[in-house]
């Protein structure tokens, strides 16, 4: 990431090299490379999107980056103290962040007129960031890591050593997770688990201390394996009426589902993420709440889609980002190892397909020639939670939830899962910001 020494968010990412170089590739991009913002402001935008998920883990780590750039350590005190310029995309952070549909051409608009007005690349760019850190922040909290980085226990070993980079194919790596019961407290079992980062000649092991939730009851694995079999089977056609009456039966569903409460109740942010937000009161809201007034319009990928549409405006109004961010996408939706716990030689693409249009019909999205049904066939109602939760209000998540959910998977397919919620969310935020700015740009 930002020094030789990899940070703990993507050591874990390390489990999939091929998927990590393009990661590494988009972040460097466009934090280090030639872009319309300066790079002070590149860091503080990143501090300013974590901090709406209260990831203090992002947040700290880019507090010391901003004043390796030169920062004005007076920003740092709350957004009070900085440029009404940097202060002014704090209304567009906050919606993205939360309700991405709600953003429209006015907030553009805004940005770009008057004085301390913004270029349209320089808005560009900073969409760009605060997509990349909403979605990171999902990642750092489905994946446990908030508790793990703060565990006293924690021991890191052989921290400088950066992996060999890889091929991009798709070769099965060793993945294995070890775990050692070291004694039992209540109903959670006590492990210490050594987790194996890194590629084909570089394995570390990361030790942490975990208290394991039981496994709840869930689609069992073979099941699963059997529904999707039977799916990629199954040659009926559904009607274009019926396809959009499962489109909104799943959509109501996920309204209707509830995210996993939060161990704190509190919802105001602590000291050092509040000054970097304003209106903490400003959360997601289901987009379609069954009798709710004022359901906002579906976005139909069929009228503007990413390869169709964002693409190309995201690549003129700020060049080269959009062949990252499109290679990163496309490698997060269509990796896999043809294995699943265990079980090789497996087509998991119906299932892969069923979480990444699960996560954008949360956020209003459409795809028009996908049969929504299978995603009642295919993802439980834990994973559903887990799923919206991770989206939503990844702040709530604890390690004891990632252990919690899909039992039978192998660390590094559950870290899969956890990169196509951060990408499928990531796109989604674009894909209304992108539309919105082709608005205001005719």
């Known amino acids: 990431m930002e020094n030789t020494e990899l940070d703990h968010v993507t050591k874990v990412i390390a489990y999939h090299p091929c998927y990590l170089e393009h990661y590494l590739n988009t972040q460097n991009f466009v934090m280090h490379c030639d872009g319309p913002l300066p790079f002070h402001f590149r860091y503080y935008i990143a501090i300013m999107a974590a901090a709406r998920h209260k990831c203090t883990y992002l947040v700290n780590l ?10 004005d350590r ?24 939360h309700r991405p549909w709600l953003l429209n051409k006015e907030h553009i608009e805004r940005l770009t007129k008057g004085q301390n007005s913004w270029s349209l690349s320089e808005v560009m760019h900073a969409i760009v960031l605060l997509a990349h850190f909403h979605s990171l922040s999902s990642f750092v909290f489905s994946c446990g890591l908030t508790q793990e980085l703060n565990a006293s226990s924690q021991r890191i070993e052989n921290n400088n050593v950066v992996p060999q980079k890889t091929e991009t194919n798709h070769k099965h790596h060793n993945h294995n997770l070890h775990i050692h019961q070291n004694g039992q407290e209540g109903n959670y079992a006590l492990y210490r688990i050594a987790l ?13 201390s975990a208290a394991i939730k039981p496994p709840q009851s869930e689609v069992t694995v073979d099941a699963l394996m059997q529904r999707m079999k039977k799916l990629s089977e199954n040659n009926t056609e559904c009607t274009e009426t019926e396809l959009s009456n ?29 000054r970097y937000v304003d209106d903490s009161n400003f959360t997601y809201q289901d987009f379609a709440r069954r009798g709710a007034e004022n359901i906002p ?21 700020y060049n080269d980002v959009g062949v990252y961010l499109d290679d990163k996408f496309r490698l997060a939706y269509n990796l896999t190892y043809y294995t699943i716990a265990g079980r090789t030689n ?40 887990f799923i919206k939760t991770a989206c939503c209000f990844p702040e709530r998540i604890t390690k004891t939830d990632y252990d ?22 990531n796109q989604a935020e674009l894909l209304y910001a992108l539309r919105e700015i082709t608005r205001y740009m005719t």
Not at 196 to 208: L, S, Y
Not at 297 to 317: E, P, V
């Open 297 to 317: 319009q579906t976005f139909r990928i069929q009228d503007y889609s990413w390869d169709d549409h964002g693409f190309s405006l995201l690549n003129s109004l």
């Open 246 to 274: 499962r489109f909104k039966n799943v959509e109501l569903q996920a309204a209707e589902l509830p995210a996993v409460v939060p161990r704190d109740p509190t919802t105001e942010p602590p000291q050092q993420i509040g």
């Open 74 to 97: 007076n920003w740092l005190n709350g957004l009070d103290c900085i440029p009404a310029k940097l202060r002014a995309i704090s209304d567009i952070n906050k919606i993205l962040a």
């Open 62 to 71: 880019y507090e010391k980056e901003f004043l390796l750039q030169g920062g």
């Open 404 to 425: 919690s959910v899909l039992v039978e998977l192998q660390h590094s397919e559950k870290v899969h899962v956890n990169l196509m919620i951060m990408e499928a969310r």
């Open 196 to 208: 194996p980062i890194g590629g084909n000649n570089v394995q570390r092991r990361c030790f942490i």
């Open 346 to 385: 497996v087509d998991t693409s119906k299932f892969r397909r069923a979480i990444w249009n699960y996560i954008q019909c949360m956020y209003g999205i459409r795809y028009d020639d996908y049969d929504y049904g299978e995603v009642n066939q295919l993802l439980d109602r834990a994973l559903k939670m």
